[in-house]
């Protein structure tokens, strides 16, 4: 995750020398559509099923989100990506594979809404809805329901084009059955990590 952290903040750092006479001010009624590439990392306990230690990696793959701002400085965001696949081992064994697709609707903040600057930075918080699939024959993971929250930077290059940062943290818990019979929770709780671009219109 560090060379994650490292990718993110030269990205941002080279989008701030690239907007330097640019700049935006959010605003009442603005759209925006966002789209980017992430990593995402799983909590280092993922938990236990047939009271085995289970274990999720950690996955990669590219972000998108629609917004809308109903004042200068509060605004909604869904937001989603392409499935990432986790590879599964338990009790050290490898176990196959499972797909997951998060969906996230957040309430977000924008601090310096209705100023001009360069950079806009945002906190959000919600709901996420995370479904599973492609999992091992036999295997089932249920859906999870959780909070979700995230951090955010757009760096204007125009007044409509600017680079996006990101990271966000869900709560995504997942009852594991074989054959119909629990076996036990996984404890996913990714933190991920992206950056891309956000057009505003």
């Not at 330097?20 to 280092?44: C, E, H, N």
């Not at 943290?169 to 709780?189: F, P």
């Amino acid at each position: 995750m560090n060379k994650h952290f490292l990718l993110t903040a030269a990205l941002l750092s080279a989008g701030g020398l690239v907007a330097s006479q640019a700049a935006l001010a959010y605003q009442a009624g603005d759209i925006f559509v966002r789209g980017g590439y992430a990593k995402t990392d799983t909590r280092s306990d993922n938990g236990q099923a047939a009271e085995l230690d289970l274990g999720v990696s950690s996955a990669s793959g590219f972000t998108y989100g629609l917004g809308y701002l109903f004042t200068d400085k509060l605004g909604i965001e869904l937001n989603s990506s392409e499935k990432f696949e986790h590879d599964l081992t338990l009790g050290g064994g490898e176990f196959g594979s499972v797909d997951r697709m998060p969906i996230n609707l957040l309430v977000n903040y924008y601090p310096l809404g209705g100023m001009d600057s360069r950079v806009q930075p945002y906190v959000g918080a919600g709901l996420n809805y995370t479904r599973f699939s492609g999992e091992p024959e036999g295997v089932d993971a249920r859906r999870s329901y959780g909070a979700v929250g995230q951090v955010g930077v757009d760096l204007a290059i125009t007044e409509n084009l600017m680079l996006n940062g990101f990271a966000n943290y869900a709560d995504v818990d997942s009852r594991i059955s074989v054959d119909g019979e629990r076996l036990g929770t996984a404890k996913v709780d990714p933190m991920t990590i992206g950056g891309g671009v956000t057009l505003r219109f």
